[in-house]
């Protein structure tokens, strides 16, 4: 555990000033992790946090990919990053959202999962893509043309993309799991 002081102390709702204060009532109200998290640099920037929580409101509990499938999203991002936060808040709601122990732990791993349903083996193969080598191929375009409708498609590249956004947001500020909480992810480890 380091000693070096936080790059953005930790706010609570009572230090909030009147443009934050609004923002700050309605992350506390959902969020997992308080004003901890992305949140707790978010809030500094009081409309464009305004802007990004309804923006993460609409892609977790209203964009048209099914639960479990964004969060296979969520976690992929948060594997690629090596984002402690992501991953400590999002692999329980997976869990809880159908997604299997074995594509869990294969995920954090480092690992393609090997043992994915056809609709997981697309938003693995879809995100990956996207993600590290900046386009979709033409087979995978394809399978997801026939899983998912535009609209589909189109939320699973948001959520990846606000993800990444996310885990740039807690690695800037060099945000950790809570206090007292196991980071999923060792030091040393790919």
């Not at 990004?52 to 976690?75: C, G, M």
């Not at 159908?98 to 869990?104: N, W």
């Amino acid at each position: 555990m380091s000693s070096k002081a936080p790059r953005f102390p930790q706010l609570t709702l009572e230090q909030l000033d009147d443009k934050q204060k609004p923002l700050g009532e309605q992350i506390v109200k959902v969020s997992s992790v308080g004003l901890g998290g992305p949140y707790n640099p978010m809030i500094r920037s009081p409309v464009l946090g305004q802007l990004l929580f309804d923006l993460f409101h609409y892609l977790r509990w209203q964009t048209s990919v099914p639960h479990k499938l964004n969060e296979l999203a969520i976690l992929i991002i948060a594997r690629q990053w090596r984002s402690q936060i992501e991953w400590f808040a999002h692999a329980p709601i997976a869990t809880k959202a159908g997604l299997s122990a074995d594509i869990l732990a294969d995920l954090k791993a480092g690992q393609r999962p090997s043992k994915m349903a056809d609709d997981e083996a697309l938003v693995y193969d879809f995100v990956t893509e996207l993600t590290t080598t900046h386009k979709v191929s033409d087979d995978t375009w394809a399978r997801a043309k026939k899983a998912f409708n535009d609209q589909q498609i189109v939320d699973l590249t948001a959520v990846a993309g606000n993800y990444v956004m996310v885990a740039m947001l807690l690695a800037m500020a060099e945000q950790n799991v809570p206090p007292g909480k196991e980071p999923p992810f060792k030091d040393g480890e790919k």
